[in-house]
């Protein structure tokens, strides 16, 4: 395993949608793209990984200027809502019936999110860079609302690196890392966030020093 920068070159704003982006999240995605398999795509990513924490940072960018975008988007209640997920009764009925006339009922709404311009946009890795770079050589857009254009990039470039993704120059955290697997500066941020794959499951939560740039 080898020690990596690996550099995005953004030529358009990007949305990162309040995410870390760490770099293990964007190279599972890529692979369950292709494999449709959720076990195969966490268990392929080529980096290294310990006790669960790849050793992979979240997305490093140092905005020039950022902007708050918003879209609107129609909730499609008559085609959308699922009544098995609504609260029941103890007689196992739904609380209060939502019909055709109340589904119509409901309207647009809106969406906003902050939409960063960056010269560059950097990750640290330790890993494979043969099969990082396969994997990244035909991605074009990174981060939310990629089908409005936001995101798109002009190329990347992978360089032998020094840090490990996990803990920066300083002993500042690269990524979430739960307390007590962290071995820097105990002094940085500490949050409440997920720290390995699967990154929405509940279970992959917990107390972590985490990074404090924009992200």
Request: some cysteine; hydrophobic content about 40%; proline content about 6%.
């Amino acid at each position: 395993m080898d020690k990596l920068t690996i550099t995005a070159k953004p030529k358009a704003p990007i949305i990162l949608g309040g995410g870390y982006l760490t770099l293990d999240a964007l190279l599972a995605s890529l692979i369950f793209e292709t494999t449709n398999d959720v076990e195969t795509a966490h268990n392929n990513v080529p980096l290294a990984c310990t006790d669960g924490l790849f050793h992979a940072s979240a997305a490093l960018l140092e905005p020039f200027g950022s902007t708050r975008v918003a879209f609107v988007a129609n909730m499609r209640a008559m085609h959308a809502l699922d009544p098995d997920l609504l609260l029941r009764n103890n007689h196992g009925q739904i609380h209060k019936k939502i019909g055709l006339t109340r589904r119509r009922d409901f309207g647009a709404v809106m969406n906003s999110y902050t939409a960063f311009d960056a010269s560059e946009i950097t990750w640290y890795a330790e890993g494979d860079g043969d099969a990082v770079e396969r994997l990244l050589s035909g991605v074009h857009f990174i981060g939310k609302r990629r089908g409005s254009g936001f995101g798109e990039l002009s190329g990347w470039s992978i360089e032998p690196g020094e840090l490990d993704g996990i803990v920066g120059p300083f002993g500042e955290p690269l990524r979430p890392v739960p307390v007590e697997m962290f071995s820097g500066d105990t002094s940085s941020l500490k949050v409440d966030a997920a720290w390995r794959p699967a990154y929405w499951h509940p279970e992959n939560r917990s107390v972590c020093f985490a990074p404090e740039f924009i992200q």
